[in-house]
């Protein structure tokens, strides 16, 4: 889950009552494939059946606040900030959960820089590990101290989201990456279908793999 369709108290109950509203989301992301697939799943296109409204993320929030628009596509902290809106849809089953380090490639082609971004590999490793072992503090000083929601929404936004590893870079973690590139296309979020396999890159793999087996983190299959 962890993205949430939500509407105006009072107005729209279901998907198909957003024919013709105002419907906000960022253009390019996630959370507009989400959009887009939970509109199809229910007989609707974003482009032609409502009014979207595309913003940058941080403006979404405010602008539902507002009541500016009828529905729009927020995360787990900010459905709470929002004081709990109706949820007309989530992102299970549409969104992979998949988070990625990138690096522009001429960082990877200078040998010092490529060096450093292997020492950010291991610690981002570690702090992801930490999180995923710890996570009563976890909850406590990121979504009550930073978010400003209760212990229990974010104990439940964390179970939502589940244990977060690191994989390495092989067919398996590429397929599923090339999943996402897929959903953005055939959801019309993006206009070009891309192939990602010329854009990955395993040199870290051995830092992912000693990392994980340090903390004793055994990532999960991925299913095909």
């Given at each position: ?120 590999v291991g610690r981002a490793i570690a702090a992801n590990n930490w ?44 397929a599923l990456f090339q999943s996402v590139a897929d959903g953005l ?40």
């Amino acid at each position: 889950g962890g993205y949430f369709l939500v509407a105006k108290p009072g107005g729209v109950t279901k998907i198909e009552d957003l024919r013709g509203k105002r419907v906000a989301y960022p253009p390019g992301s996630g959370r507009h494939m989400i959009t887009a697939a939970l509109l199809k799943q229910h007989g609707l296109d974003l482009k032609t059946d409502v009014q979207p409204v595309e913003l940058a993320g941080a403006e979404v929030v405010p602008t539902f606040a507002a009541g500016a628009v009828d529905a729009a596509i927020v995360l787990g902290n900010q459905y709470y900030q929002l004081g709990s809106p109706p949820i007309l849809g989530d992102g299970t089953g549409i969104n992979t959960g998949i988070q990625s380090l990138i690096v522009r490639k001429e960082i990877l082609d200078d040998p010092v820089k490529a060096a450093a971004i292997g020492d950010y590999v291991g610690r981002a490793i570690a702090a992801n590990n930490w999180k995923d072992s710890h996570a009563d503090q976890w909850i406590n000083e990121y979504y009550v101290k930073q978010q400003g929601i209760t212990a229990d929404q974010g104990k439940k936004l964390y179970d939502e989201d589940g244990l977060a590893a690191y994989y390495p870079i092989d067919p398996a973690s590429t397929a599923l990456f090339q999943s996402v590139a897929d959903g953005l296309y055939g959801t019309g979020t993006t206009k070009t279908h891309v192939d990602l396999k010329p854009y990955v890159d395993g040199r870290y793999n051995d830092i992912v793999k000693a990392q994980n087996e340090l903390d004793g983190v055994t990532p999960k299959p991925i299913n095909s």
